[in-house]
């Protein structure tokens, strides 16, 4: 491609509402340019890399047996309305209604479309197991989408599905899919961890996240320093370190005008948060549920879902709160409190605590959990924190990274061909629900993570195996004819090497083509300049590389050809 041709208008200044590089790059590099919050275009540039991914995804899924098909983009509102999801899935599901009145909804993921697709079709054991995928545009309506590419409301998903007899089978295939991701990712040249994952109400430990680490990353995950385990904070196992032990005493009342909160109350009474057990409100299917973590530790959402065991789970609005508890928000408590409780592991047994008093500007101190209010349940649901015991080699600390979830595989069992009906017979005759699994990866998620993990301040730097172009030919000066016939030369040279070059053929001055260059984030830049090529040389430049090295012009087509190759598959 000539670059005077190439459609990558480049901007000099980073849009204003980019707050991660990785969606200031993209949009500077002339890459991809937002439409409307979370919707974007995608130009030449970017479709290329986009299309580098979604090849190397294909080439892995097709090697390990996966077949590609493509389900619509709409599906009718009876699916969803079997596995229960088009009540539970909220606002991020777009809802539509045709000229005939019926509902439909734009795909925000496909398990009902494909259990659909499955159930009408396969009917014996000896169809199975199967493995179907597609690549596809997925929309949810985020409610915060941001960063780009990262959240967006539009983005591409390769979504697959498994279909098994049993469940050793599925578990098989879990793990070949887990291995085919590893594959997957590391050709995309990414550095990446998978980690445990929360499963929500279908249980066991069978999900993991591939998270690309990066500071930008909105999960945190942490992994052990002495063994293999990592897992999202979310539903991370650990052990907090020893809890102070207050002694006990009777409760008393202590009156805290006006200071709700714990750092305030804490402040206010000179105890350290640590002594006070936080109490936080939820409406669980809309009932109400109290939580009880330690005053300086952070609760984990998806451990109290999973403890609980509903469908939806949120924060109690104030007037909630105030209407469960009978005061107002800031002054909650376990003492007396008739609602369904779940207390923190490291609360058990705890004695000498401060606690809200459900009444306003109160609390209590000297309260002891087995005494006080012995009907909560135990159950873990701090989330876990850097410097945190191992709980699985009993040796390890945990450490705490940042991570961009780019993957994610899923033992998913029968919710979905239960609800659905996706039966088979099997060898005896007998009919048999499916076990399934779930693969996600996404496309456009991991294009953003790419210049997440690999920039500079001059730009994008592309691996090269999803580069949208690998190489680019820098003549310093068009107008001098042995430079651009020398250049032109090269650039045929690689194109028929099947190398992705791009020839920038401007009138340009050479710090500004070489800005372009580092901007583009092109692997691989070869320079031709008038004195080089008297003496027959052109230079060498990986992006990642602060040195050049001369080469000569003879030998420059092999040359690049071959190393193209060797990192394209490095
Ligand atoms: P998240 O927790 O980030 O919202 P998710 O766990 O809901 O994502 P999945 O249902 O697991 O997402 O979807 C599979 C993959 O699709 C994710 O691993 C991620 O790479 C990608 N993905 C999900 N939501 C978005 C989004 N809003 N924008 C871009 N990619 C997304
Ligand atoms: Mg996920």
Redesign the pocket.
């Known amino acids: 491609m000539l670059l005077s041709r190439l459609h990558a208008p480049t901007l000099k200044e980073d849009p204003a509402d980019a707050e991660v590089i990785s969606h200031k790059l993209l949009v500077r590099a002339g890459m991809i340019r937002q439409v409307a919050r979370g919707i974007y275009d995608f130009l030449p540039l970017g479709l290329r890399s986009v299309r580098k991914i979604e090849r190397i995804v294909r080439d892995e899924l097709d090697r390990a047996g996966c077949q590609e098909v493509l389900l619509p983009i709409i599906s009718p509102a009876e699916l969803w309305q079997e596995s229960g999801r088009w009540e539970l899935y909220g606002k991020e599901l777009l809802r539509l209604r045709d000229r005939h009145d019926r509902d439909f909804c734009v795909g925000p993921t496909h398990e009902e479309v494909i259990t659909d697709l499955v159930r009408r079709d396969v009917r014996s054991y000896r169809a199975l197991p199967i493995n179907l995928y597609q690549v596809q545009t997925k929309f949810r309506d985020e409610v915060r989408p941001r960063f780009g590419l990262m959240r967006g409301r539009e983005f591409v998903m390769k979504d697959g599905y498994s279909f098994h007899t049993d469940y050793d089978d599925c578990r098989r295939e879990y793990e070949h899919m887990r291995e085919t991701y590893a594959r997957i990712f590391d050709r995309c040249g990414l550095t990446y961890r998978a980690v445990e ?1 929360d499963t929500g109400a279908i249980g066991g430990s069978l999900s993991h ?1 591939f998270q690309v680490l990066a500071s930008s990353g909105e999960d945190l995950i942490v992994s052990c320093d002495a063994c293999e385990y990592a897992a999202n904070v979310e539903k991370a196992e650990s052990h907090a370190p020893a809890v102070d032990v207050y002694e006990d005493g009777e409760i008393a009342r202590v009156p805290t005008p006006d200071v709700g909160k714990i750092e305030e109350v804490s402040q206010f009474l000179g105890e350290p948060p640590q002594r006070f057990i936080k109490t936080l409100l939820f409406m669980a299917d809309d009932a109400g549920v109290v939580a009880l973590v330690r005053g300086d530790d952070e609760l984990s959402e998806t451990k109290l879902k999973t403890a609980i065991g509903c469908d939806v789970l949120r924060l109690a609005e104030d007037g909630e709160v105030e209407r469960l508890t009978g005061a107002p928000v800031g002054f909650a408590g376990p003492v007396g409190l008739d609602l369904p409780m779940y207390v923190d592991q490291r609360l058990a047994g705890s004695t000498g605590m401060i606690t809200g008093g459900n009444e306003n500007d109160l609390h209590l101190s000297g309260v002891a959990h087995e005494r006080d209010f012995p009907e909560a349940k135990v159950t873990d649901l701090r989330v876990a924190r850097a410097g945190d015991g191992c709980r699985r080699c009993e040796g390890g600390t945990m450490q705490e990274h940042r991570g961009i ?1 780019v993957g ?1 595989v ?1 033992y998913l069992g029968t919710k979905y061909s239960r609800a659905l009906g996706a039966v088979f017979l099997d060898t005896e005759g007998a009919e048999q629900v499916m076990e399934m699994g779930c693969y ?1 990866i996404g496309i456009t998620r991991t294009l953003a993570a790419a210049v997440e993990q690999n920039h500079d301040e001059h730009g994008i730097i592309w691996p090269m195996s999803i580069a949208p172009y690998e190489v680019m030919i820098v003549p310093v000066k068009w107008s001098h004819d042995a430079s651009r016939e020398h250049a032109e030369r090269i650039y045929k040279g690689l194109q028929d090497a099947g190398v992705d070059v791009l020839l920038d053929d401007r009138d340009e001055r050479a710090g500004v083509k070489f800005n372009d260059a580092d901007l583009l984030g092109i692997p691989l830049r070869v320079t031709v300049g008038p004195r080089g090529v008297e003496a027959g040389n052109v230079e060498l430049k990986a992006r990642d590389q602060g040195e050049a090295e001369e080469i000569s012009c003879e030998s420059a087509v092999a040359m690049i050809a071959e190393r193209v190759a060797r990192e394209r598959t490095a």
């Open positions: 994952a996240e979830e994610q899923f996600g």
